[in-house]
T-cell receptor, first 108, second 114 residues
């Protein structure tokens, strides 16, 4: 069993839909990262959180430490949100463990 | 700031050749990470430096791989000799704090070993 599991693996949505991507992990962590990788390959850090909720524009990330679960939400999705979203956890000492990623496609 | 700068962006080489990938972290960041991404294994940490000192190199696949950080503004990842299974995208990332800071990634270096 992977230490970090994401669901779904693939997600197709219509523009405007509310999107949720889930991440479950099995180890204690000091922080959890959500990353976005565009088709061109570049990786952007969206959030780093260790508790509660963070919001940036149309993106919201939540984490429940007790349940070892995090969600990434996208409100009013847009085709430019199409990308791979990667969850990564930091058990300690900066050795990030990555999920396999969720491929999101938002159709106009 | 220009962000994390990696070079080359693409490299195609033949098996057995030496490959050197370069990274310039964001100025003021004291942690630098080298990651490798493949279809089969996803993203993996190879090595990370804190204040130019290698802290964790347990992800370096074998002795053919080596990484250096001679100063705060430059790091190299070297593969010698290269093998086809080394073909991957290699990302460098930097952070202002090793285990609590946001990561900033370079654009990656796509390596193809024939």
């Amino acid at each position: 069993k992977n230490e970090v599991e994401q669901s779904p693996q693939n997600l197709t949505a219509q523009e405007g839909e509310f999107i949720t991507i889930n991440c479950s992990y099995s180890v204690g962590i000091s922080a959890l990262h959500w990353l976005q990788q565009h088709p061109g390959g570049g990786i952007v850090s969206l959030f780093m959180l260790s508790s509660g909720k963070k919001k940036h524009g149309r993106l919201i990330a939540t984490i429940n430490i007790q349940e070892k679960h995090s969600s990434l939400h996208i409100t009013a999705s847009h085709p430019r949100d199409s990308a791979v979203y990667i969850c990564a956890v930091d058990p300690s000492g900066s050795r990030l463990t990555f999920g396999e990623g969720t491929q999101l496609t938002v159709n106009p | 700031d220009a962000g994390v700068i990696q070079s080359p962006r693409h490299e195609v080489t033949e098996m057995g050749q030496e490959v050197t990938l370069r990274c310039k972290p964001i100025s003021g960041h004291n942690s630098l990470f080298w990651y490798r991404q493949t279809m089969m294994r996803g993203l993996e940490l190879l090595i990370y430096f804190n204040n130019n000192v290698p802290i964790d190199d347990s992800g370096m696949p074998e002795d053919r791989f080596s990484a250096k950080m001679p100063n705060a503004s430059f790091s190299t990842l070297k593969i010698q000799p290269s093998e086809p299974r080394d073909s991957a995208v290699y990302f460098c990332a930097s952070s202002s704090r090793a285990n609590t800071g946001e990561l900033f990634f370079g654009e990656g270096s796509r390596l193809t070993v024939l």
